[in-house]
């Protein structure tokens, strides 16, 4: 069954820390995995799209990282500010279709003062 | 350029009545998505359509919904009779086509069914 796994659920850090958010996919065949940010109240809005050659690819003060072999992936978020309080949402793509998208339950991050 | 626009933003309605949901794509975009979101759970795919057509619908309920995408104007996602388990948000998407990059999300559809 195809399923992606985030953790932790949900986050607190101080504002200037860096954390790292956790993606386990089971997802066949892969085509790409994407890290969203979802405001509250609002659309998902993308940070980085990583093909399978791809290890590292990073979108200002956000890198993601992704291991093909042991279907892991994790976003890196460096000097964390507060407009980073959001829900953070793993999408893995398969078959090679744009429908075919299976999404995680997300990480909600709240960075504190 | 606008985004991908839906509206309204915020929909009530009573059991039993029609809701009607509407989903302006991204200028140059011809590839239409249509998701739920229920609470504490991720986004499922419910309908993809191109213009005029249908083209994958696995992931809609089998009665009560439906969707569209006419040659002119916005997509529409319809539910008829509503019911309180319809609550929740629906996100539309869009793309310019089958490639990976330029998929975008607009801000969302709240339907609550009290």
């Known amino acids: 069954k195809n399923q992606v796994e985030q953790s932790p659920q949900s986050l607190i850090i101080l504002e200037g820390k860096n954390c790292t958010l956790q993606c386990n996919y089971t997802v066949s065949p892969f085509s790409n995995l994407r890290w969203y940010k979802q405001d509250t109240g609002r659309g998902p809005v993308s940070l980085t799209i990583?093909?399978?050659?791809?290890n590292t690819k990073s979108n200002g003060r956000y890198t993601a990282t992704l291991d093909a072999d042991t279907k892991q992936s994790s976003l890196h978020i460096t000097a964390s500010q507060l407009s980073d309080s959001a829900s953070y949402i793993c999408v893995v793509s398969y078959g090679g279709a744009t429908n075919k998208l299976i999404f995680g339950t997300g990480t909600l991050l709240a960075v504190q003062p | 350029n606008a985004g991908v626009m839906q509206n309204p933003r915020h929909l009530v309605r009573r059991r039993g009545q029609e809701a009607r949901l509407r989903c302006s794509p991204m200028k140059g975009h011809s590839h239409v998505y249509w998701y739920r979101q229920l609470p504490e759970e991720g986004l499922k795919f419910m309908v993809y359509l191109q213009k005029e057509n249908i083209i994958d619908e696995s992931g809609m309920p089998k009665e009560r919904f439906s969707a569209e995408f006419p040659k002119e104007g916005p997509s529409i996602l319809r539910i008829q009779q509503v019911v309180r388990g319809d609550s929740a948000a629906y996100f539309c998407?869009?793309?310019?086509?089958?490639?990976?990059?330029?998929?975008?999300f607009g801000s969302g559809t709240r339907l609550t069914v009290v």
């Open positions: 990583m093909t399978f050659s791809e």
């Open positions: 998407a869009s793309s310019p086509g089958t490639g990976n990059y330029g998929y975008t």
